[in-house]
């Protein structure tokens, strides 16, 4: 009744709310959708005359049954065939159902201009599952954050899922900005997940060290989007609160990049290596007091090659075996730890050989044999008793002098 009094007004000739009536309330009532899509709801055309022709947010209000395991809604045209909307097919799976975050109480749907003109002509209905909605409204005044990917408050415990966003929303090199007010106990983490619920290529663990700090970075890689599945969200325990997800309108180069973003070090990344790969490098934040490259099973593989300074950021570069990377590439996550004490790891990447000087690297079992000390510097004539990374080739190992 409330609705159709507001539109009453505006129909008479008043067409805009004031500031204190910014919110309008589009539905109101009781609307079980159930656990066999037979439910649905509509609110009529004229009824949403009110959303500006642009953009506009719909906030959506409801309880969830507790008995199911997931939640899902899909807004449709209610013209004929109930048609998706465009929000629907971005947002949602491959059949257009969009999914809220468990012990939610409310979602926002945004609209763009092809679907306002769309539901204003005929209308906008709402089938689900497992969502008994009370509310749907709509704040006149507010626009569309296109950098805001999601937002609620989310305690991440007992590996329950949620923060989702459609892949669609981000590129390769946008850098993302996850915000945490909780970082939960000292054992919480944090992963990224696909539509196939596993862990996301191109990404590493967020631990509680990470979300002490607040806002946790990461940078987006071509891995993560060739296999999100077309959804990113996050899974975890530990009791973490994360309360929004968004772009921060900053890019880095993401060729070759293998993971983005500070994490304390002992971080596990999860990237395929490519097999003609001969190196990847690891940039901190500082020059780090030790670090290694290590397996799975975080056993050190002993690949240190140089260490480069530059702009208070130390790089380091290990050299790569065709055995190492196959090694990678046959874990599940593909995974492999940078550990070290002293400085966050930044980023991991590819190298390419030609800069930093290591082109000459072969398979060649007559290549020439170099030696460097454990700190990654080249030694002209290593001296009896000193432990040295000895290279031949792409083959390399440590030794003791004798």
Known sequence: ???????????????????????????????????????????PAADLSVLPADNAVLKL??????????????????????????????LGNSYSCISVDAGSTTTNLPLGAADIATIKAGGLRFQGYGMIFSKVSVDTEAEVNENLLWEGEYTITGWNSGAEFASSKVSAGDILCYTFTEAGNSSAQVLLKNSSWANLLGTSKITNADMANGSVYVGVTQDMLDNCGGKIFVQGDGGAVLTKVEKTGETFDAEGVLAYGARVPGVQVFAPIPDDAKAIAVEFDANPEWAQFCNSSWTDLELANTKNEADGKATITYTLTADVIAAINATENKEFIINGGGANVTKVYVVDPSQVGISDITADDNAPVEF????????SEPAAGQVVIRRQGDKVQKMLVK
């Open 1 to 43: 009744m409330i609705k159709r009094l507001l539109f009453s007004a505006m129909a008479a000739g008043s067409m805009a709310f004031s500031a204190n009536a910014a919110e309008v309330t589009l539905w109101q009532g009781e609307c079980n959708l159930g656990t066999s899509w037979s439910e649905s709801f509509a609110i």
């Open 61 to 90: 209000t409801y309880t969830l049954d507790a008995s199911c395991q997931y939640w899902q809604y899909k807004p449709v045209a209610d013209t004929e065939g109930w048609p998706a909307l465009e929000v629907a097919s971005e």
């Open 372 to 379: 460097f000390n454990l700190q990654g510097m080249r030694i």
